[in-house]
Every structure is written in C-alpha cells, then in structure tokens.
C-alpha cells in the first residue's frame, strides 16, 4: 500500500467529508430540516469503513511478521488514543448538568460512560452520539480476538459470513421489535457489516490489486456515479426495510471501493483536494469535531450557542482544546510510553508504525 507522507494517503481528506456530512445532518436539524437527508449515518458509516480498513491493516502488519497479535499492545495504544477526548468530553457535560447548565439524567451518563449507548439509549442529544463511539470501541475490543483465534484465512470466511448475515439480521429485528429499540438500527450487530466491509478490504487488498478486472474497475469513470448511488440508498430511511435490509449494504460495499479508489488515486484532481492540507488538518481533527459537534447543533436548545454562525465559533473553539491540549498530548504521552516498548526494534520501523497507528480512531 503506497504510503503519502508516512500516512495512508486521502484517508484524512476522507474523514474530512464524513465528518462534515455529520455536522452538515445536524445542522439542518437545527434549521428545522428535521433529519433531510440522513447526512448524518452515512458520514458515521463511512467511519466505520475507514476504521475497519485501518485498524485490520495495523493488526495484520503485525500478524504476518510474528503469527501473533500482542492484546495488551493494542489495548494500551486504542485507550490513550480514544478515552482521553471522549473522558474529557464527558466531564464537561457532567460538570454542565451538575451546575444546572444542561440536563443529563445520571443513567444517561453512565451508559456513555461504559460505552454501551448503541444498547442502551441514553436518551439525551448531548450523548445521543455516542452509540457509533461504542459500536467502534466493541469493535476494538472483539475484532483482534477474532484475528487471534481464527488466523487470517478463517477470519475472511468469518467476514465474509457477517456481511451476508447482517441484512437478514437487521430485518429479523425490525420485523420482532420495530425501529423504537435503539439497538435495532444503531447496535453494534446492526452495523458490524460496515466495519466487516473495511477489514475485508484490507485483508483482500493486495490480491485485489493483483487483479486485472478490479483495477480496471478502479481506473473506470463509473466510479464517479457512486456517491449518487451511496445517496441514493441512503436517502431510504423511510422505508426501513429497503434500508435495513440492502441500503446499508450498499453504502458499505460502495464506500469501500471509494476509499480504495481514494487511496490509490491520491495523485488525481481529487486526490489532490483529499490530500490538500485543510483536509488533512481536519481529518486529523475529525475525532474531536465529532465528539464537540453535538451540543453546538442541538435541536432542542434555543440559545445562542446553537444559532449560526456561533456554533460553528463554539464548535472550533472545544475541538482545538480538544485536540491541542487532550488528543495530541494523550498521544505524546503514549509515544513516550512505546519507546520503551519499541526499543529493540529498528527506529524507522517503529517511527512508521506509530504514525500508522496514530492514523486510526
């Protein structure tokens, strides 16, 4: 996989769009749009994708050197990339609720708290984002087991299995318990295919660029049809067993072959834009915008800080202290914390390593 700047190139220009088709659902919601456009979980699903892409590719590097995966390794690198913003993220909602600011019912916060929320609904907008943090963080804690006890080649079949079974799966419920039950659209079941499509891309990458008829596919024009198709099939929320059953499906697979094309043509017109130095920062960013995007497009409060152009003000000011002083800072302390770990290995080695590593969320 060529690399851009020791970084998987586009990746970042790519979290730039999923994350502003976020902020971009929730501020139509805030105009009075309602949910136009469910922009919203299709930017959430392409994080799905791109962290089932990175995270596999990070554990099979390891895997095909040492027929290994080290768990207390990953472990310790996903909790000081991930539980420092979204810790801090926390305490200043509960410090907001706590002074009377904001209400949070106390069980609301105990469900994000333990990364349970795509189960659980918290039942409140300033946390009502958290379900896809917990869909990811079960992710983490599943996916590299699965890897260790299945090996690479039974972890494809067992991927590939997901992918199908998913659909079925998310219809059954629907059929059983309709659309209230939280978990029935946002549980990690529900969307393990969209994470199960990005590590199958990275499982099957290098065979499917070996592939004549797939890079035919990723030099056709056809590619630049997808976006409508994803659109399209996202647009189907209202029907929810045409989105369910295949609309999901079909953002996921689709979203993958973008990311691919998006990586291997990161020297085309839009590669270039992907991989600009705005899209970059704020792909790095994204991780922080997301979490601080949601009391800023709140609904449900009428104040000022919910009105444009000052949630947009709110929002950067929260993100940049966000990612200077909580997200960059967890990350050198773990840096500081891997050259003891990496110490025996070769310097430019571990230097491309934690950088790989420092890329995935």
Known sequence: MEKLSNRIPSLDGLRTISIALVIIGHWLHVLGYGNAG???????????????????????????????????KFYFRRTLRIFPPFYFYLLVIFSAAFLGFVYVPFKSMLFA????????????????????LAVEEQFYLLFPTVLLILGIRNTKIFLFLVVL???????ADFQLFGSEPIWVVKGFHANMDALAVGCLLALFYKRLHQNAFYQRLLKSKIVFALPLVILLANSQSEHPRIFLG??????????????????????????????????????MMSYSIYLWQQPFFNPDNPSILTQTPFNFIGLAAMTLISYYAVEKYSLKLRQGFEEYLFAKKDAAEKTQFLVEEAQAS
Do not use: M, Q
């Not at 708290?113 to 896809?132: E, I, Q």
């Not at 079974?165 to 219809?171: G, K, M, T």
């Open 246 to 283: 295949i609309g999901f499906s079909v953002i996921n697979l689709l979203a993958a072959f973008c990311i691919d094309w998006a990586v291997t043509n990161y020297d085309s017109a839009v590669g270039r834009i992907l991989n600009s130095a705005p899209a970059v920062t704020f792909g």
């Open 165 to 171: 079974a998913s659909p079925f799966i998310r219809l």
């Open 38 to 72: 469910n922009f919203g979980n299709l930017g959430v699903r392409v994080f799905f994708v791109i962290s089932g892409f990175l995270i596999t590719g990070l554990l099979l590097r390891e895997f095909e050197k040492t027929s290994d995966v080290n768990l207390l």
């Open 113 to 132: 708290f333990g990364y349970v929320s795509d189960y659980a609904n918290p039942s409140n907008w300033l946390l009502g984002h958290t379900w896809s």
